[in-house]
């Protein structure tokens, strides 16, 4: 199932329980997994709304043993870096996964978020920050980023303009990302493709991408957006019947 020859992305509608079993080796897997039960027994503010507007996470929080079967999975696939983002509340649950697995756990990088939602009743403090658990097969490791540390500054998703999933991370940080962690003509794997932001920033580095999404209209907005940045344009403009200079190339960029 992985990609043919002339293929540089594919997202695939399924559970990713079902179908990482069925894949072959991939370079990396990037991915944004539900996080755990303390955030989505949590109602999410939006700081647009001008007031204390909530929407729930309308999915299921991961349990630890999906976060063992995804650490088995991606030890077996990844030939290099294992990126998942977590909220504080989890990264003990995947550290003992990924470690379990046989997977070197590096650190934690932080995103600080910027223009993220205040604490709406005041008592305590907000949520400012969210974690990635870096990982990697063992033996030799590199990256693009020398002595940087794994600390990133982006304003949230629904800041750049666009937002199709509850908790799309921003284009912006994932740039960054797979920039930093892969190399042009990498393939990378995302069993959590949501809105398939990671996505789009693979095609936009010259990167190749594997897509996993159980959900048919996150998974159909994720085609739609990966399409859509084939042509040079964003989801929102190919939407609105806007054209590029690909269109008229035939559709290649």
Known sequence: MNLAVNERWRVIH??????????????????DPPYSDWTHSKNRGNP??????LKEIEFPAITQVEREFCALEFQRLARRWVIAWTDFEGISGWVSAVCSAQLEHIRCGVWIKGGCAPQMSGDR????????????????KRWNGGGL?????????ALEGSKEHTTQKPLSLMLELVELFT???????????GSGTTGVACLRLGR???GIERD??????????????ERGLTLRD????????????????
């Open 48 to 53: 647009l709304a001008g007031r204390a507007a």
């Open 208 to 210: 190749r991408f594997i």
């Open 216 to 229: 048919a209209k996150y998974y159909q907005v994720a085609v739609d957006r990966l399409k859509a940045e």
């Open 238 to 253: 190919a939407r609105a019947g806007q054209t590029s200079i690909f269109d008229a190339m035939g559709g290649e960029p």
């Open 183 to 193: 190399d042009p003509g990498d393939l990378v794997l995302d069993p959590f493709c």
């Open 14 to 31: 399924g559970d990713c329980r079902e179908v990482l079993p069925k894949l072959g080796q991939v370079d990396h897997v990037i991915t």
């Open 125 to 140: 403090p907000g949520t400012g920050a969210e974690c990635a658990i870096i990982a990697h097969r063992p033996g030799r």
């Open 149 to 157: 540390s794994a600390v990133w500054h982006h304003n949230i998703a």
